[in-house]
């Protein structure tokens, strides 16, 4: 299980990046911060970098509307 | 310019002056122009004004609120439009630089209404010799006010031969009063259109000239029907003329800290904005299929959040509509230019059927509000929409939402075809909606109605048609009497607030929280959504002062912003901001004390709403659709995220309950949860339960003039 924005458990699985975790909330919002357990994950890492069982995971939108 | 203006047209008045040198962002002086008695005076931009108000917005609602009396109403004569740009206006090293403020007494909410607006009119009016433009009086047949900086002259000019719409009326201004080619682009107007005259929620289009395209284009301060206000008072333009437009003619404190603020957001922009936004190729419209992606979208009066043919109006469609390649900014310098035309577009309907025209935009808010919340995705009926309210001046917003409420009222059986004067104004019917929108430029039939905007179509369709007032009070999208703009807000309980808890009424330039508080649940308690509806309608209202676009503040973000501190205040840019106001005005400011000067003007403008009959608690009311799910369609499309909030949340088991007791019960909860939003802002706000500025959140903001201290008063 992992926990999203302090509120949303989702079912961990073996292999899921960032980027497919982005993909399951549908965050396709490009001004986007991800942080797992406190730590920044710089855009070029989502494809890659995988998320442990048990993470704090935090995707902070940044303000958009006109 | 001005001898030929006068060879074709009667003179009313005319003023002469010597304009003055603009010093570190201002000229020291505001233009005062009465179309009752025909008069034109100068007067001086005092200290306080300066210190307090700061500009654009600030000084239109200082000027107002001495211009006005405590009755007067929206088409009185003495109600005034006021334009002002702001000390920063006018710079053309930081993008974003150049837009114009606008403040009246609104005809829909018949309070204190401002709009924002870009295009030129407002810096070359401070270049032409003045801070500030105040209208007053009404003239007797139609004018055209002309401001000649150049030549030093002002004139009230009788205007029978002049267009009234705003496509031809731009030409026709620039095709008039342009003698050499260089004076186009030193000249803007200022116009409405016949559907501002026929409705109640007219918008005023400010010219650019494109020096590309080779025409004027136009942007919109769209919201409350100041364009309405314009038409009113017998103006069939305002016009301006400046000399050329130097890096310098603001005459800074020091450029050299402007241009360096300025070098860095360049090269932002240039090196993110295709990875960010893309701004630059798309505009507002990258919006779409976000909202789309997270529920946000309105789609069928705000009854949902998306839609399947969303695809079919997204960004990728607009981009490949507008003209690619071009320096799309509407002030010189603003590099983010997203001011995108479709261009070659020819009419399919109404009175200028079969011309070729360039459509400014759409933008996000048109694409939402006219498309989506009408059921209408078809990207050429959008266009069509835009160019004819555009022209008409016509708010699209205003006319995409009460066109929503309509819809939903005709497929709700409290309209048919005969009380719609035959218009099947199903979601979905384009045709019918581009006739609805024909007849309020032409104040005739349904569309005289429906021009009158929700809030009167209310209680018209109550006590003509027997409707149920509750069920439209519920569905009818405005408050305060504004429509709503573009968002769904029923689950980010911080933007029904960001809606609601508003001076103007629920437009989304004073806050916009959705992300922050429904997805990345940074908002969690009611001091956090208190704290930032205090943050960020005063930062919002700050651009506002000076003359700047909000845009360049958070559509461009640099790449370490992730690892700052707030990082949804983009504290880079906020020491931009910090950096660009000293640099131009010579004050030293903080970061703190640009908020500071927002929250006087904000409260300020409270007062002003209350001094009008306007301004409590009472008037903080929203709509429940704003809120909750209104209908059972509505609840079910949605259900498992409700029953989840049932269950989890109220501790009730949905299983053994009817839709109608599940939304009664959600309502009761979503309700509550408002009115302690309600507390929790208006303490943070430093008001009283009531709504009301206490007087020492006045002595606080050095606002606690005699005459605002005596308004509160009486509701303390
Ligand atoms: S960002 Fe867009 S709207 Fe803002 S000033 Fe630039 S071109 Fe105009």
Redesign the pocket.
């Known amino acids: 299980m992992i926990r999203v924005n302090n509120r949303d458990e989702v079912e961990w699985e073996e292999g899921l990046t960032v980027s497919g975790l982005l993909e399951r909330f549908r965050y396709t919002f490009p001004h986007i911060i991800v942080s797992i357990n406190g730590e920044v994950v710089p855009r070029e890492e989502y494809p890659t970098r995988v998320i442990p069982n048990g993470a704090d995971v935090r995707v902070i939108h940044l303000i958009a509307g006109g | 310019m001005s001898e030929k203006t006068q060879t074709t047209r009667r003179v009313l008045a005319e003023y002469t002056y010597e304009p003055p040198p603009v010093e570190r962002g201002y000229t020291g002086r505001t233009l005062y122009v009465n179309l009752s008695n025909n008069t034109i005076a100068a007067k001086p931009v005092t200290d306080v004004m300066k210190e307090k108000f700061i500009g654009g917005r600030g000084f239109g609602l200082w000027l107002l609120w001495h211009g006005v009396k405590d009755d007067t109403q929206w088409n009185d004569p003495e109600n005034e439009i006021v334009i002002s740009s702001g000390p920063i206006g006018g710079v053309t090293q930081y993008?974003?630089?150049?837009?114009s403020l606008v403040v009246a007494i609104s005809p829909t909410t018949h309070s204190v209404m401002d709009s924002n607006v870009?295009g030129h009119f407002g810096p070359l009016l401070k270049f032409a010799g003045w801070d500030a433009i105040e209208i007053q009086g009404k003239a007797e047949e139609d004018v055209i006010v002309v401001i000649d900086g150049p030549g030093g002259r002002i004139t009230i000019e009788e205007a029978p031969d002049v267009p009234v719409d705003t496509h031809l009326v731009g030409h026709w201004l620039i095709e008039q009063l342009a003698e050499k080619e260089e004076d186009r682009y030193f000249i803007s107007s200022v116009s409405a259109g016949t559907g501002a005259e026929n409705t109640l929620i007219g918008c005023l289009n400010f010219s650019f000239y494109d020096r590309r395209r080779k025409a004027p284009r136009f942007?919109q301060a769209g919201r409350g029907g100041i364009g309405t206000v314009f038409r009113d008072k017998h103006i069939k333009a305002l016009v301006v003329r400046s000399g050329p437009v130097r890096g310098d003619s603001n005459h800074p404190a020091d450029l050299q800290r402007i241009a360096r603020v300025g070098a860095k957001l360049h090269k932002e922009i240039h090196d993110y904005d295709d990875e960010q936004n893309r701004?630059r190729k798309r505009?507002?419209p990258y919006l779409v299929q976000i909202m789309n992606d997270y529920d946000l979208l309105p789609v069928h009066n705000f009854k949902y959040g998306s839609h399947p043919d969303a695809v079919k109006i997204n960004g990728d469609v607009w981009e490949a509509r507008f003209t690619q390649g071009l320096p799309?900014?509407?002030?010189y310098g603003?590099?983010?230019?997203?001011?995108h035309a479709v261009d070659g577009y020819t009419v399919r309907t109404g009175p200028y059927k079969g011309q070729t025209v360039i459509v400014d935009g759409p933008e996000y808010e048109t694409i939402a509000g006219c498309g989506a919340n009408c059921g209408i995705f078809d990207p050429d009926a959008i266009l069509e929409i835009n160019f004819y309210c555009d022209t008409y001046g016509i708010d699209t917003i205003s006319f995409g939402t009460l066109t929503a409420f309509v819809m939903e009222c005709y497929e709700a059986g409290i309209l048919d075809k005969e009380k719609t004067g035959g218009l099947e104004l199903h979601f979905g019917n384009a045709e019918a909606a581009i006739e609805l929108l024909h007849q309020m430029a032409r104040g005739e039939g349904f569309g005289k109605i429906a021009g009158q905007g929700i809030r009167r179509m209310k209680q018209i369709f109550a006590e003509r048609f027997g409707a149920d007032p509750a069920f439209l009070q519920d569905i009818g999208m405005e408050a305060k009497g504004l429509e709503y703009s573009e968002y769904v807000t029923k689950e980010s309980l911080a933007q029904q607030g960001g809606y609601g808890l508003t001076n103007k009424g629920p437009q989304h330039d004073e806050a916009w929280l959705i992300f922050m508080d429904m997805v990345s649940n940074l908002l969690p308690t009611f001091e956090d959504k208190a704290e930032a509806l205090h943050y960020f309608p005063m930062w919002r209202t700050w651009f506002g002062l000076c003359g700047l676009?909000?845009?360049?503040w958070n559509?461009i973000v640099p790449p370490d912003n992730a690892y700052t501190d707030e990082p949804a205040k983009i504290p880079d840019h906020v020491q931009n901001y910090v950096e660009l106001f000293s640099g131009v005005t010579g004050r030293k400011v903080t970061a703190d004390d640009l908020i500071t000067m927002s929250e006087a003007v904000y409260n300020f403008q409270r007062v002003f709403n209350l001094r009008l009959g306007f301004g409590r608690r009472e008037h903080d009311a929203v709509p429940y659709r704003s809120v909750g799910p209104v209908t059972v369609e509505e609840y079910e499309s949605r259900a498992e995220r409700y029953d989840k909030q049932l269950q989890e949340t109220l501790g009730l088991d949905p299983e053994k309950m009817t839709t109608e007791e599940k939304i009664a019960a959600l309502r009761q909860y979503r309700e509550e949860q408002y009115q302690k939003l309600i507390d929790a802002v208006y303490k943070r706000r430093g008001w009283t339960s009531d709504g009301v500025p206490k007087v020492e959140t006045l002595k606080r903001l050095g606002i606690d003039f005699p005459e605002v201290v005596a308004v509160v008063k009486k509701y303390l």
């Open positions: 993008p974003g630089s150049g837009k870009g942007k701004m505009g507002t799309d900014g509407c002030w603003c590099t983010l230019s997203c001011s676009c909000k845009l360049p559509d």
